[in-house]
């Protein structure tokens, strides 16, 4: 029986916004999204400030940003 190759991490995304511009972003990452959580500071695609997001331990070694343009998505929640 031949030997199975290991699989690749599943990547997550977790959908954020820049604290300076208001743009949204995506975050994506291989970390355990069920370990502890720390704040790491990432660059906004649209501005390019620092912006401090919360992220798995460990997501700082794999991260893709990447900008999320368009209108918000509709939630249906009405403030």
Sequence with gaps: MPAVPPTAPTRRNEQHRCAHCGS???V???ADPLG???AIDVSCPC????TSVSLPRGADKDLRVDNLPGAEPDTGVVD
């Design 36 to 38: 502890s959580y720390v």
């Design 24 to 26: 949204r972003f995506e």
């Design 28 to 30: 994506w990452h291989t």
């Design 47 to 50: 501005c390019h400030a620092k």
